[in-house]
Every structure is written in structure tokens, then in C-alpha cells.
């Protein structure tokens, strides 16, 4: 299994960004796929993830803002994070439960500016 994270980058404060993430390695269209993030100095905090059939769930932090989804076509998953705030600074990692293991691709910087 491989997880390979896209589309971070720096965004002003209220701006938005899109996160993709691919799997390879098998078919992942039951399986459970999520993004976390790390802060700087901070642990790692799960926001969303969403399962084979698309349901979803939120950290508090970032509901009504972010949003997930997938494509089990493309072995897909996106992020997509609205009126973004400083403090979503954080390298975002995609993960994806497979066979009772959790994998975690490599992370992608995200910075918003206030």
C-alpha cells in the first residue's frame, strides 16, 4: 500500500486549498481513508475521514470548513479546506485502513498567513 498526499501549499487567511491523495497497491473502495495533521511543536491531530460507502466525520476544529471525499475509481481521496485559518498550519498526512493496518503517506505542507 502507498499513499502519495498533493496540493499543499501557502494560503492566506479566509483562502482555500485542495488536498489529493492516491493510493496504489490494491483496491481501497471499502476501506476507511482519513487525513490527520501535524502542527509544529503539537501532535498529530485526525481531522476527517470518510468510509467505502462515504460517510463522513470531522474533527471540531474544522467542520463546516473542510470537506472530504473520494473517488474509488481513481483510488482517490480530496480534501477540500475553506476559509482557512492560521492555526491550520500543519503538514497534512493521508491515511488509509487496510487489513487491521493503518498506512500513512508522506505529509504535505500546508501554511495559511494571517
Given at each position: 500500500?502507498?499513499?502519495?498526499?498533493?496540493?499543499?501549499?501557502?494560503?492566506?487567511?479566509?483562502?482555500?486549498?485542495?488536498?489529493?491523495?492516491?493510493?496504489?497497491?490494491s483496491s481501497?473502495?471499502?476501506?476507511?481513508?482519513?487525513?490527520?495533521?501535524?502542527?509544529?511543536?503539537?501532535?498529530?491531530?485526525?481531522?476527517?475521514?470518510?468510509?467505502?460507502?462515504?460517510?463522513?466525520?470531522?474533527?471540531?476544529?474544522?467542520?463546516?470548513?473542510?470537506?472530504?471525499?473520494?473517488?474509488?475509481?481513481?483510488?482517490?481521496?480530496?480534501?477540500?479546506?475553506?476559509?482557512?485559518?492560521?492555526?491550520?498550519?500543519?503538514?497534512?498526512?493521508?491515511?488509509i485502513d487496510?487489513?487491521?493496518?493503518?498506512?500513512?503517506?508522506?505529509?504535505?505542507?500546508?501554511?495559511?498567513?494571517?
Amino acid at each position: 500500500v502507498q499513499l502519495q498526499a498533493f496540493g499543499g501549499g501557502l494560503a492566506q487567511a479566509g483562502g482555500y486549498l485542495r488536498l489529493s491523495c492516491a493510493a496504489s497497491g490494491s483496491s481501497f473502495s471499502i476501506n476507511v481513508m482519513g487525513w490527520g495533521r501535524q502542527a509544529p511543536g503539537k501532535e498529530l491531530e485526525l481531522v476527517a475521514h470518510i468510509t467505502g460507502g462515504g460517510s463522513t466525520n470531522y474533527a471540531d476544529s474544522v467542520k463546516g470548513r473542510f470537506t472530504i471525499s473520494r473517488d474509488n475509481a481513481k483510488n482517490t481521496m480530496y480534501l477540500q479546506m475553506n476559509s482557512l485559518k492560521p492555526e491550520d498550519t500543519a503538514v497534512y498526512y493521508c491515511f488509509i485502513d487496510f487489513s487491521r493496518v493503518t498506512y500513512w503517506g508522506q505529509g504535505t505542507l500546508v501554511t495559511v498567513s494571517s
